[in-house]
């Protein structure tokens, strides 16, 4: 069977990618699962290793919607659904960004109030096999053995995030940093309450948690943009996609076409794209040459599918709100692409 | 990297506390100062763990906490008074280890440590209750020492001379 994103077939790569990534996301459950339980024996009274136990309950979050958004967006379009089921990954991401931050915040809130009222963590003795032996060492020999799984798994999922353009992924791999630095947090705090430091716990993850509400606070930022239907950027979500300017490219490039924009919204995987182009000397051009336009358009990249290109008289300035900002660019001499171009006023 | 300077200070903590280092180690070092001298004990009437009618505080429990004491060289400073008010002198740090019939489902966890369970007697109602002792906050070295006392063939002895269920 091929792999689809609704009406989207997956290329070869992307497609494998797509396979790996559900694999990588079914251990990660697996991993978690085994993780929780590890940790919930050896857990005591430990903030930390309370703190991590809860944690570990979040990062079931991203995996989970993962693949539950994987079996929605392979369906095709319907009646009731025109556009697709693309934007579960969207909700997904949704779900993951809140699941860091909810990290992130619980374990800033819960260490610094311990932190505050000066709570010392009691560690004492476990019986192993009838001998007592301190729990602190068996924290830290559990730790060293649940800190390895998110640190392979999420190096994996950053490997193949940017393949399939997949922010849920990259949500779940900084997920993956959360939980294997929080695990490192917990190490130190340990040894520090080893050595009578008893501050050292919620330091420790105090300075963890602030990267971990940083990830959570940008991914958040990016799902709601993303759902608003901003401009589409990168998986990572800080550049604007490149895929927007090879488009404009590729429609400015055709020779019947005078002038040409195009908005584009990210629905997840793929892009959602409304193109408009004004032909040369105001007559339309032939239709299997405004097809084959569109069709060129689409093979630019696996990401572009679902394609919709309007032959206009003129640009529709109310869609397209970047032509004002490309207008008032060339005005003061910035932008060459805009300069190139004649300004639709100059048209009949 | 935040993470990181936490470990280069731990790191320099370490260097900064010696060799003598033992872990875990007490933050007011309660064990240390027990060594030769003295150990604040609160005991609060509870037969037949602890029976603190007469001159000296009697029961399992006391007998428990004598025992460790000399295993330190240590002196007993009994104070006996009721649970409520023993448990705010050990969260105070006016106290080391307070006894008294306590058992795992205690609610003082967050103004006590509560050691390992050492003996299981039947409590009201027919439940299986474990029975442990209650050492001040974060003294690690204290709490860690006293249950290894408690679990020791010499503890258990005492505890199963007394009529009760050892744990282990």
Redesign the interface.
């Known amino acids: 069977m091929t792999a689809r994103f609704g009406h989207t077939e997956l290329p070869a790569e992307q497609a494998r990618a797509l396979r790996r990534a559900v694999r990588l996301e079914r251990v990660s459950l697996g991993t978690t699962a085994v993780t929780m339980t590890l940790v919930i024996l050896v857990a005591g009274d430990s903030q930390a290793m309370k703190a991590a136990w809860v944690e570990d309950s979040l990062a079931l979050l991203p995996p989970l919607a993962f693949l539950v958004a994987v079996r929605f967006i392979r369906r095709a379009p319907t009646t009731r659904h025109p556009y697709g089921y693309h934007r579960t990954i969207g909700i997904a991401h949704l779900v993951s960004a809140l699941a860091l931050l909810t990290m992130g915040g619980f374990l800033l809130i819960d260490s610094g109030l311990g932190l505050a009222r000066g709570e010392r963590p009691p560690i004492g003795t476990m019986s192993v096999f009838g001998t007592p032996v301190w729990q602190g060492w068996l924290m830290l020999l559990v730790m060293v053995v649940v800190i390895i799984p998110p640190v392979v798994l999420g190096r994996l999922k950053l490997r193949l995030a940017p393949l399939l353009h997949d922010k849920v992924l990259y949500a779940d791999a900084q997920m993956n940093k959360a939980d294997w630095t929080s695990s490192l947090a917990t190490i130190i705090g340990v040894l520090g309450i080893g050595v009578g430091l008893w501050w050292m716990d919620a330091a420790a993850a105090i300075a963890v948690s602030l990267s971990i509400l940083h990830d959570g606070w940008t991914n958040l930022r990016g799902s709601v943009l993303d759902l608003m239907d901003a401009r589409a950027t990168q998986y990572d979500g800080e550049d604007p996609d490149p895929l927007v300017h090879r488009t404009d490219e590729a429609l400015q490039a055709a020779d019947w076409v005078a002038e040409a924009e195009c908005r584009i919204r990210d629905q997840g995987h793929v892009l959602h794209v409304e193109a408009f182009v004004v032909p040369t000397g105001g007559a339309p051009p032939a239709l299997a040459r405004i097809t084959e336009l569109r069709e060129r358009c689409i093979a630019l990249d696996w990401r572009i599918q679902d394609f919709v290109l309007s032959v206009v008289e003129e640009l529709p300035r109310e869609l397209l709100p970047q032509l004002a900002e490309q207008e008032q660019a060339s005005a003061s001499g910035d932008d060459p692409r805009a300069a190139a171009q004649p300004s639709s006023e100059e048209h009949p | 990297m935040?993470?990181l300077?936490?470990?280069t200070?731990?790191l320099l903590?370490?260097s900064l506390?010696g060799c003598g280092?033992s872990?875990?180690?007490?933050?007011e070092?309660t064990l240390d100062g027990a060594r030769g001298g003295e150990l604040l004990v609160g005991v609060s009437h509870s037969p037949p763990w602890t029976d603190a009618r007469g001159f000296a505080p009697a029961g399992t429990e006391p007998e428990l906490v004598r025992s460790f004491a000399a295993s330190l060289d240590a002196r007993i400073e009994w104070e006996v008074s009721g649970e409520e008010h023993l448990m705010s002198r050990l969260e105070e740090g006016e106290l080391d280890i307070v006894v008294g019939g306590l058992t795992a489902d205690s609610p003082w966890?967050?103004q006590a440590?509560?050691?390992?369970d050492y003996a299981e007697a039947t409590g009201p109602g027919g439940r299986t209750e474990k029975h442990v002792m209650a050492?001040r906050?974060?003294?690690?070295?204290l709490?860690?020492a006293l249950?290894?006392h408690l679990?020791s063939p010499e503890a258990q002895g005492t505890v199963r001379e007394s009529g009760l269920e050892t744990s282990?």
Request: no cysteine; proline share 6%; glycine share 8%.
């Open positions: 935040g993470s300077r936490a470990l200070a731990l903590a370490l506390s280092l872990v875990p180690a007490d933050p070092g966890t967050s440590a509560l050691t390992t050492v906050m974060g003294e690690n070295a709490l860690t249950e290894r679990l282990r």
